[in-house]
């Protein structure tokens, strides 16, 4: 498979447990952030998305949460399961258009 | 449903070769974008078109050339591949460019110049 992961930073979980994926955004003002999954050897896929105007946001096992003052950004995935190891990517929107600026990511280990 | 289609899947290019990346999204999106993607690094914009007919620049422009063929489908060529892009290509969508709102993203196509 591709080398997505090389060298990212690595949280392992087991499986069942919450996991919590940090990101720390660069621009004040970006308004609008993004969380994508993606697994080894597909593109990027859509989780959630929050705006300024909100410091969290719920989906399907997932929670985003929005801390502007520090400008950090955070992911939570409750009850892990093995189908959630993948890269994880924040991205914010600090060009005033619907450019993005993706982060590194984050790999996410599922340990059965 | 499809979503954002990209071909091929798999190259391999000698240097100086050139190649056209195809891609076609079935969402009726005004707003197309193509990335690459090294290991260890984000996703870097190279070219997007905000709709049928404009063309802009990323970050990282240099040696591509880009075509909105129509609404569907936009394409990403190497006119002189060289070694420093291989690299995973991705195609991503969106309804507009207007702020906020999620780009939607293909399987990529994995290119090797050698």
């Known amino acids: 498979g591709e080398s997505v992961g090389l060298h990212l930073p690595t949280l392992s979980v087991q499986e069942g447990d919450n996991s919590i994926i940090n990101c720390a955004y660069s621009?004040?003002?970006?308004?609008?952030f993004i969380w994508y999954k993606q697994e080894s050897g597909k593109g990027p896929q859509f989780i959630i998305d929050i705006r300024s105007n909100m410091d969290k946001r719920q989906g399907q096992r997932v929670t985003v949460l929005l801390n502007k003052t520090v400008k950090h950004l955070s992911l939570q995935i409750a009850a892990t399961q093995p189908g959630d190891s993948a890269v994880y990517f924040c991205a914010e929107n600090p060009y005033g258009n619907n450019r993005l600026a993706f982060g590194k990511g984050n790999q996410v280990v599922v340990i059965p | 449903n499809a979503g954002v289609t990209q071909t091929p899947k798999f190259q391999v290019l000698k240097t100086g070769q050139s190649m056209t990346l195809q891609c076609a999204q079935d969402?009726?999106?005004?707003?197309m974008y193509w990335y690459r993607q090294d290991p260890g690094m984000g996703l870097r914009l190279i070219y997007y078109?905000?709709?049928?007919?404009?063309?802009d620049k990323g970050e990282v422009p240099n040696g591509y050339n880009v075509s909105r063929l129509n609404k569907r489908e936009f394409s990403l060529r190497l006119e002189s591949a060289a070694p420093s892009q291989t690299s995973v290509y991705f195609c991503a969508s969106s309804k507009t460019t207007g702020r906020n709102q999620p780009q939607h993203f293909g399987d990529g196509t994995r290119l090797s110049i050698l």
């Open positions: 621009n004040s003002a970006s308004d609008y």
């Open positions: 969402m009726n999106h005004n707003s």
């Open positions: 078109s905000a709709s049928e007919g404009t063309t």
